[in-house]
């Protein structure tokens, strides 16, 4: 069961929230057209990914994007009760239907966001128009994961005389040391961290596979996928993109030189935005075939 609050105001859009098994999610809505859920990654919020992907946009806005705060993160509550990958899936399953669309949907997530986005594709094939996977999660079947050694290509550690803290991992997170990748992480990426809830990311963490259709390969997703990897990520490695080449048969697989976990907005902007509009656009081409393909079945 779903019920809608009202939306108040929040710096470009508006927060909205509704309910969702008593947990009040948190959402913002840019644009008008045919929907795609955003779904952020570990530890974050909807503002990392807004910031990442609203430049594509500007040249592709015609259609209308649902960013959420997932329970635990930004401004979205975890229950007590909430610990398992399942669970989180139906809870995202049923944000979709009630906010999203009750049919056809793109979906679009980021790291762990990404984790999440597979697992709604290969439960509900029949509606994704569309998947973007941005150095998406996949741990093994065992729980581990492929990564990479830590590498840093360019280094200049005097950018970072003022870390806080919380901020001393970011030159071991950095393939390239830039100031304004700090000043990217810090306008953005800091904030949420600081928000989220880690002793519920401590629970999910102790169930992070899900079970079911969620956990296994699928029938696919014929509609334009996007895979995106960091070739020195060392959270969550680039080498199982591959596997996924199967159930995306419309997917561009790209792996990213220079670049690690933090590919976007941070590591390589410019070329992150080129794949993710080309993605769009061929999402539009493909939604244009599709409806002049229907109009030709329609009977006289």
């Known amino acids: 069961m779903s019920q809608h609050s009202d939306t108040v105001e929040s710096g470009a859009g508006e927060t909205s929230t509704v309910v969702i098994e008593g947990i009040p999610v948190a959402y913002e809505t840019r644009g008008e057209g045919p929907p795609i859920l ?49 669970q989180m899936l139906s809870i995202v399953s049923q944000f979709v239907d009630s906010t999203v669309s009750t049919g056809p949907f793109a979906v679009v997530g980021n790291s762990y966001g990404g984790h999440l986005a597979l697992g709604l594709a290969r439960m ?20 581990t994961r492929s990564t990479e050694e830590p590498v840093v290509l360019i280094e200049d550690r005097s950018i970072f005389s003022d870390l806080a803290p919380d901020e001393a991992w970011i030159p071991e997170g950095l393939v390239v040391h830039d ?18 809830d880690y002793e519920f990311l401590d629970r999910l963490n102790a169930h992070y596979l899900p079970t079911g259709s969620a956990s296994k390969p699928g029938p696919g997703v014929t509609g334009p996928s996007l895979i ?14 591959w596997s996924l080449m199967p159930e995306f048969p419309r997917a561009t697989l790209a792996v990213i030189d220079l670049a690690g976990h933090h590919l976007g907005r ?25 409806a002049t393909r229907s109009s030709r079945e329609l009977p006289a």
């Not at 094939?125 to 741990?139: M, Q």
């Not at 100031?179 to 989220?196: G, V």
């Open 38 to 86: 955003m779904v952020h990654g570990w530890s974050a919020d909807r503002h990392y990914l807004i910031a990442d992907l609203e430049a594509a946009f500007a040249a592709h806005p015609d259609w209308r994007r649902v960013y959420l705060d997932l329970p635990g993160h930004g401004q979205t509550p975890a229950p007590s009760w909430l610990s398992t990958q399942d």
């Open 124 to 143: 509900m094939p029949e509606r994704i128009t569309g998947v973007a996977l941005l150095v998406p999660d996949l741990p093994l079947a065992d729980g």
């Open 266 to 290: 941070i590591e390589r902007p410019a070329l992150f935005t080129a794949l993710f509009a080309d993605w769009l656009e061929r999402m539009s081409l493909h939604s244009s075939v599709t």
């Open 179 to 196: 100031r304004r990748m700090l000043d990217e992480i810090r306008a953005f990426d800091m904030p949420a961290y600081r928000l989220a």
């Open 228 to 241: 995106l990897a960091g070739r020195q990520d060392s959270t969550v490695g680039f080498r199982e993109t």
